[in-house]
């Protein structure tokens, strides 16, 4: 397999929001990263672009209009006269989701991003696209969910979905990835497949039977898994196979994948204990496919090890090998004591993942029971038609803003 051309996505701005002090979501992480990255000196190996804020009409093609302009309008400043209107939302200081300073200019940053990386890879400007900001996988069409108020992923994969025929959606956060799931679960154009941890834990959703339903049926794919959950168990049991599997019956155009890290092992809410190297052999496993890809962040929050593991797999992407040693950077001191990128497996952890053939057993016949329909057309088709209206919609209002090396060295903030 040849280089692919990266194309990375980073606003400066995305960062400083601020979801609160007891909050665990910390958009902080995401500068952290970029820092890595840059002392790494991975940036000049990509095409880096500033993308453009998202619309409230491009966010429409998912979210109702009512609840798109409620997050256009609400602020901490305004929050009592919309009481009643926030709970109906799921949003406020009683829920996941708080209101926060700039929430909305935050959501239109993140999802202009993926709807940007989409746009490249359709245009064939990009065989990889990454965004770190993204991936937030909860968020419903009319509900704020899980620290999520607007899905960019539903809104990539419906872009993606204007050119291939078929899109994959991959979860690697520990958690289900429910709303794009709840988003295609009745259509066989997406197929979604979430590995997550089951069984107390939120979302709730995600167990190995919900399949998909009407057309959709067979498309979803859940691995619902236990604490303490290994590298080696996870790809060799699940992850591969399942993979395999899934690229053999569906084919899909494009892919896009959730990288969220807090199925990393000392996660702050997740419970797993992958290292950063089995997280990224996962993210190498889907690249070694060759397809438009799309990669993008989530949950995660021992911050200091998102950083560690975005930052990695955006030279694995690349295919550059990277010291263990961190680079001196801006944020030095959150590698202390040991100052390494890659994180080791906590021995104490026990894996509770027994039953995981039983599991990959049942993925695997759910898969090939789609290969008997005689209704599915897995083969190479031309992809739908665009109309004109799709050409004068996204594709020229989002223009992302490629960045000159320079300024990136002067404005690494
Ligand atoms: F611990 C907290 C402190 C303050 C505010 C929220 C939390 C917290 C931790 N875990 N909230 C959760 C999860 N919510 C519940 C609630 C109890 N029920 C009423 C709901 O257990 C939400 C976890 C969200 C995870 C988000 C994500 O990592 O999947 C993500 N992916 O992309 C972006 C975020
Ligand atoms: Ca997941």
Known sequence: MGKQRVSYFYHPTCPLFYYGPSHPMKPHRLKLAHHLILAYHLYPKMDCYRCHPASASEMAAFHSEEYVNFLAKIS???LRQYSGVLQKFNAGDTTDCPVFDGLYEFTQLYTGASIDGAIQLNQQQADICINWSGGLHHAKKSEAS???YINDIVLAILELLKVHARVLYIDIDVHHGDGVEEAFYTTDRVMTFSLHKYGDFFPGTGHLQDMGAREGVGYSVNAPLQTG???ETYLEELFIPVMD????VFNPGAIVLQCGADSL???RLGCFNL?????AQAVRHVQSYNRPTLVLGGGGYTIRNVARCWAYETAVLLGEDIDNQIPFNDYYEYYAPDY???LKPDPNMENANDSLGNIRTELLQQLCDLQGAPSVQMQEVPPPFRTVDDEEGSETTAVSKKQSSAELYDNVD
């Open 245 to 248: 599997k899934i690229i053999e």
């Open 146 to 148: 899980g620290f999520c």
């Open 265 to 267: 092992t000392g996660d």
């Open 229 to 231: 959950i290994t590298d």
């Open 275 to 279: 290292t950063t190297k089995g997280h």
């Open 340 to 342: 390494e990128l890659h």
């Open 76 to 78: 901490p400043d305004n």
